[in-house]
């Protein structure tokens, strides 16, 4: 059975709801360059990542893991995707899923971004008067749960794959992981806000790009307690926002959308 398609995309199967089954490639993001020891800079100038560990162990590290990736056969065509690498240490961060989302991860990803787009503007924006301490917690079915333990009792090293899932409703994102199998010798999980915005942190030019309409990306392992609403990232030309907002189409029916896009985060500790 194939996983994933020759784009690194998840191969959807029977009950999934997508927009195509075949991607249309028209929201697209560019690989960023892996710069390790500038991406491992600015991870630790937000606090992201210890200052003992070296650009020399990151590099070894995330590529080991690539290793890692390309010996399970089933996930092999994932590494035909855009990954973006990333380290995160999070002994600190607070319990309250959306307080740490406020207080952390937004003005992390705010200065990076700002410090390489100063001109550019990043901003949030949560609708219906929504709210985020109190607020969030994590989907069932996500495997975020073993991601944020990891990062607590150690520094982890992952790869954030932000189009895996794309096209995939929200709640087929999350479905979806009960099929996959198992990778050995890493983890992986539904990607949140701690993976997607460490990712961002190190590669704050993930959304930008002069040649194409890049996608939005989802938090999908994260729900918030008004299930119509959702959690994302998305580039406005120069401009980079975080939004909390609502996915119905109709009262009863959730967005499904070309532009939006799921991601899978592969990890293991440092």
């Known amino acids: 059975m194939n996983y ?48 003992s560990i070296s650009s020399e162990v990151f590099k070894l590290a995330a590529q ?6 390309k010996t399970n056969q089933p996930y092999q065509n ?10 995160y240490f999070g002994a600190k961060d607070d319990a309250d ?30 609708q219906s008067n929504s709210e985020l301490p109190g607020n969030i917690r994590l989907a069932d079915a996500s495997q975020y749960e073993k991601f944020i333990e990891a990062t607590q009792n150690g520094p982890i090293v992952g790869w954030y794959f932000p189009q895996a899932l794309q096209e995939f409703d929200t709640d087929s994102q999350r479905q979806q992981m009960k099929t ?22 190190g590669s704050p030019n993930l959304l930008i790009s002069e040649d194409f309409y890049t996608p939005i990306l989802c938090m999908s392992a994260y729900e918030h307690t008004d299930s119509r609403m959702v959690l994302l990232l998305k580039a406005y030309g120069p401009h980079l926002e975080f939004w909390c907002m609502t996915q119905m189409l109709t009262s009863t029916t959730t ?14 500790k440092v």
């Open 97 to 126: 899923l959306g307080e740490a989302i406020e207080q952390k991860l937004l003005p992390g990803v705010q200065k990076s971004f700002n410090g390489m787009y100063p001109d550019s503007h990043f901003k949030a924006v949560l």
């Open 255 to 268: 967005q499904v959308s070309e532009q939006w896009a799921g991601g899978l985060c592969v990890f293991m």
């Open 78 to 87: 994932l590494l035909k995707g855009v990954h973006v690498p990333f380290v």
């Open 64 to 69: 080991s893991l690539l290793e890692t990736i």
């Open 180 to 201: 996959l199998p198992s990778l050995d010798g890493a983890e992986i999980c539904l990607s949140g806000a701690i993976d997607i915005c460490a990712a961002v942190v």
């Open 4 to 51: 994933f398609s020759d784009l690194g995309r998840r191969v959807p199967t029977e009950g999934l709801r997508v927009f195509n089954p075949t991607p249309s490639e028209y929201y697209k993001l560019s690989q960023p360059a892996l710069n390790y020891e500038q991406i491992l800079s600015r991870l630790k100038q937000q606090h992201m990542a210890p200052e």
